[in-house]
């Protein structure tokens, strides 16, 4: 049995993967979670809502942490330098845990319901990130375009990072960026090949 609540979180976290990697995440119960994980199901209720928010966890800290990189970020930066940065700073956690963020990634992908949530996670984060460049003085419909632009750069180079870890997620990241940026340019057209 867990001593502590975040060694109990942990393993009801990976359990939980494991369980539905191994029967999906419908024909899974939360009572079966817990067994795995060696806590009782009141335990699981105690760290988590539902079943679905096993594979959320830390979803609040990433908010914190995205805001406060855009708000921190150094001055006269533009509000894409400001993002990649940020989403650069995230994306070691992500790339730490790789051994979690893979697996999940694909049951999420193959999950409707976790699919539905996932979207609303990104909207959520979103819109953080929306206000965090709107403190730092960027406009409204400037702030949302970048925010929802540098949000959907970041998705696909975690893509392309689930496929292809080797260059890693930084590498991928900045790919994501330098091609949104020659997109806008004119007659510029991204290297084909990401």
Request: net charge neutral; hydrophobic share 45%.
């Amino acid at each position: 049995m867990p001593r502590s609540g975040a060694e109990a979180r942990r393993r009801l976290r990976e359990a939980a993967l494991e369980l539905y990697r191994e029967r999906g995440f419908d024909r899974t119960t939360a009572a079966e979670i817990a067994a795995r994980a060696g806590v009782n199901e009141r335990t699981f209720f105690r760290h988590f809502p539902d079943k679905r928010e096993v594979l959320f966890d830390g979803e609040a800290e990433l908010r914190a942490a995205l805001t406060r990189a855009v708000v921190d970020a150094p001055a006269g930066l533009e509000p894409f330098e400001v993002l990649l940065r940020a989403f650069r700073e995230s994306a070691r956690g992500l790339e730490a845990s790789r051994p979690f963020a893979e697996p999940r990634w694909r049951v999420v992908a193959e999950t409707p319901a976790l699919r539905e949530r996932e979207l609303a996670k990104h909207a959520w984060l979103t819109e953080a990130v929306v206000d965090a460049l709107r403190r730092r003085g960027v406009g409204a419909g400037v702030a949302d375009l970048a925010a929802r632009t540098g949000w959907a750069a970041y998705q696909h180079a975690v893509q392309v990072w689930i496929d292809d870890p080797a260059p890693g997620l930084d590498a991928h990241l900045v790919r994501a960026f330098d091609d949104l940026r020659a997109l806008s340019s004119t007659g510029s057209s991204p290297a084909d090949g990401s």
